[in-house]
């Protein structure tokens, strides 16, 4: 089986990536039940590492930090901190969603990634899946909505939009 990561634009290099692929997956392999299962694994904390490294770019660019974690010059203008506090209140709610929850709802909603892949990451079957996100997409977005900083970034339909200003 081959993964090919890419170039890592900027953040980790790809072979640190990959020793981090095989790492966690040394670390994760008395947990493996089935030996048919053994492609799946693999594929489940692949797309776990590099989703969470595409993760820590997107904040960074979002924050607006270099890869060195440094502010860079701001060319005028001041800082959205309610941009910062409601990310903060995101990833708060999301905090309270059962780790397994957590990762179907940012790999689907967040990542956009297809439901047989998000079934595939989180380990659960593809019924599961369609069984949970509609509860748990239910939960964030009522919650979202409740939220007074929140429901600004919340469109018809479920879909969250990155205002800039």
Request: without cysteine; hydrophobic residues 45%; charged residues 30%.
């Amino acid at each position: 089986m081959a993964f090919s990561v890419g170039p890592a634009g900027g953040g980790q290099d790809p072979d640190d990536l990959i020793q981090e692929v095989f790492l966690r997956l040394f670390r994760k392999l008395p947990e493996l039940r089935e030996q048919g299962s053994l492609r799946a694994f693999v594929l489940a904390i692949t797309v776990r590492v590099i989703k969470g490294e595409q993760r820590l770019r997107w904040i960074k660019r979002w924050l607006g930090l270099f890869e060195d974690g440094e502010a860079p010059e701001r060319q005028g203008g001041t800082p959205d901190l309610d941009a910062r506090e409601a990310l903060g209140r995101f990833y708060g709610l999301l905090d309270r969603l059962s780790p397994k929850h957590r990762a179907a709802f940012v790999l689907r909603y967040v990542e956009g990634m297809e439901l047989m892949d998000v079934a595939d990451a989180v380990g659960v079957s593809r019924a599961t899946i369609k069984r949970w996100l509609p509860r748990i997409a239910r939960r964030v977005f009522s919650q979202v909505g409740r939220d007074p900083l929140l429901a600004p970034y919340l469109e018809e339909g479920g879909a969250f939009v990155v205002k800039h200003g």
